[in-house]
């Protein structure tokens, strides 16, 4: 079986090793050709995932029309921003009805669309599938036991990925909500800056589990306004999802936060994080989304504040502290 994984970074580079250990044919696909020669001599990725070496079975390669042919699956892993160009790159070569799987978490800024949206616009031939979860690449490279769930319009797709997946030490599970299983691992992002700015600002246990607890009630009420199932955000990708990217240091989102909540600026933040934080792109898009939908979403609005507005982070708090009484 030839799986062809698009995108190089932290988290394509762990699953396609992840796969690689099955066994199959991999083909990992980068932006550039010097990234490609770099995977190639090392047989490591040394910027996202050192110390993790690549199997041979690992076909490293900047050409996406030997990647993507004849591929059994299509795996894309690229950060949010470069969602749109990825699929343009890849399209020429997608067959009707080869299963094209977005991995990447976040939503396309202007236009508003989930990824796999963008995926379908620009490959209307492909069968579309999205797998979300909690899985930090760091762990699921090494085999440390994670778990995700794969959503398809039909069953039939989502079971054939399960069956491509699942290993000793990753487990998969179903699902036909492509929207409550993208959003969750979407809109995750934007708690988990902000548990990050608690941590900054020295606040306390208390206080995460208020954010965490009453964010992921702002991420359901704006999945189900776009049509997603309300239990899908108490799974993996959503309640899951969610634990893990807010109480972990692997989370690039909450060692932004914790950056902002000790004063630094976006600039100063992105800098230092120097990966893709893709909370920093979810924020915006999901007020404009909120305003859009009339979903009230408070915590995103006060972290849209912060980061777009240069709101003090500890007013923000004050001001979700102070808003009027609520019966939950």
Avoid at 94 to 117: H, T
Avoid at 155 to 166: F, G, N, W, Y
Wanted: charged share 25%.
């Amino acid at each position: 079986m030839k799986i062809a994984v698009i995108g190089s970074g932290g988290w394509g580079t762990a699953v396609a090793v992840m796969l690689a250990k099955k066994g199959y044919d991999i083909w990992l696909w980068s932006w550039v050709q010097d990234e490609t020669d770099r995977l190639n001599r090392d047989r490591e990725n040394k910027e996202f995932l050192p110390g993790v070496p690549l199997p041979d079975n690992i076909t490293c390669s900047h050409d996406a029309q030997k990647c993507v042919v004849n591929a059994d699956l299509v795996i894309a892993a690229p950060p949010s921003p470069a969602a749109r160009t990825t699929a343009k790159t890849i399209a020429p070569y997608i067959a009707k009805g080869q299963i094209v799987m977005n991995i990447s978490k976040g939503l396309e800024d202007g236009s508003l669309l989930r990824l796999s949206q963008v995926y379908a616009e620009e490959i209307p031939l492909a069968d579309i599938a999205v797998m979300s979860g909690p899985s930090h690449a760091e762990e699921v490279s090494r085999g440390l036991p994670s778990t995700n769930v794969v959503a398809a319009s039909s069953r039939e797709t989502a079971e054939k990925i399960q069956d491509i997946v699942m290993s000793d030490t990753f487990r998969a599970y179903t699902s036909t909500d492509i929207i409550g299983v993208e959003l969750g691992g979407a809109l995750k992002n934007i708690i988990a800056l902000c548990a990050g700015i608690s941590d900054g600002l020295g606040y306390g246990d208390n206080t995460k589990a208020a954010l965490m607890t009453r964010g992921l009630a702002e991420i359901a009420r704006l999945g189900c306004a776009m049509g997603a199932k309300q239990e899908t955000f108490m799974g993996l990708s959503g309640l899951g999802d969610l634990i893990v990217t807010c109480t972990s240091m692997h989370s690039r989102n909450r060692r932004a936060g914790i950056l902002l909540g000790k004063g630094k600026s976006l600039q100063q933040t992105l800098d230092e994080v120097h990966l893709v934080v893709e909370g920093v792109n979810t924020v915006h898009a999901a007020y404009e989304l909120s305003r859009k939908r009339g979903v009230e979403m408070p915590i995103t609005e006060e972290a849209y504040a912060i980061v777009f507005e240069g709101k003090n982070p500890a007013e923000a708090v004050m001001s979700l502290m102070k808003r009027g009484k609520k019966e939950e």
